[in-house]
């Protein structure tokens, strides 16, 4: 791998009291990179993005992100150092309007100027949301809520960009859409850390990816290798 790393994650241990849901685990993510998260239900991936943005805190193991160490950063300052979580569930506010919620994606951003570029740009790589700036968040489409909630995370320009199950729920010619999204986001600058059930549709953007099992990864390699290799194949992709 010739990525410079952007994201450390070294021998991360978290406890949900006496649930222990990481046990050790170590990831990287490239710049430049689409890495995947795969596993079953429960395998710790949720928890690895939520000790990533300091939303729960790892009792050991270190978080480091070009460089600086997150490990015991608060969420705000993990969100300020440039790390954007999209959390499972598109959780938009589903009172306001679209440009409303991007806007809020864009909380840190000074200059109102640049903040609406940032908007306008959003538009342009989402052109649904464009044609329904005005629209009430929770009256949008399944679909056209998680592209709010992935736009509303692109306003704020992450260096990292977390993804929790966003084809969660989704008829197959969205989750495409969705993807092909992520896709054009990666290739705008920004990492992504994708958590997918869907592993057929996650091993087809990223370029790496990890399997997680009772939380520590036990398989790791090449979006291509994991693809063909025989576990991922029966246990992911729908058998042989
Ligand atoms: P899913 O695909 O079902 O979302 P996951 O891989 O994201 O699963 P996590 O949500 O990270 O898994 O959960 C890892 C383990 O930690 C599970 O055993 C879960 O029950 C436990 N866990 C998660 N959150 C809590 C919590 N707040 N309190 C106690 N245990 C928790």
Redesign the pocket.
């Known amino acids: 791998m010739n990525n410079r790393v952007l994201l450390e994650v070294a021998d991360l241990d978290v406890r949900?009291?006496g649930?222990q849901?990481l046990r050790g685990l170590s990831i990287t993510v490239g710049k430049g990179e689409i890495v995947a998260l795969l596993?079953?239900?429960?395998?710790?991936?949720?928890?690895?993005l939520?000790a990533i943005s300091g939303l729960v805190r790892a009792t050991s193991g270190r978080i480091m992100l070009g460089g600086r160490d997150l490990t015991k950063a608060t969420a705000p300052k993990v969100v300020a150092a440039g790390v954007v979580h999209v959390p499972?569930g598109r959780r938009i506010f589903s009172l306001l309007t679209v440009h409303e919620n991007l806007q809020l994606g864009g909380h840190l951003v000074r200059d109102g100027r640049e903040l609406r570029r940032r908007i306008d740009q959003v538009y342009e790589l989402l052109p649904r949301l464009a044609e329904r700036r005005g629209q009430q968040g929770g009256t949008l489409s399944g679909g056209e809520q998680q592209m709010l909630a992935i736009g509303r995370a692109l306003v704020a320009r992450p260096r990292l960009l977390m993804l929790?199950?966003p084809s969660m729920g989704l008829a197959p010619l969205v989750v495409t859409a969705v993807m092909d999204v992520i896709r054009d986001i990666n290739a705008a600058g920004s990492a992504v850390l994708l958590?997918e059930?869907n592993a057929k549709a996650a091993l087809k953007i990223a370029h790496r990816g990890y399997v997680?099992e009772n939380?520590a990864t036990v398989l790791h390699g090449t979006a291509a290798e994991l693809a063909e290799d025989s576990r991922v194949v029966e246990a992911y992709l729908g058998g042989v």
């Open positions: 949900y009291g649930v849901a596993g079953n239900n429960g395998a710790g991936k949720t928890t690895t939520s499972e929790d199950e958590v059930q997680i939380g």
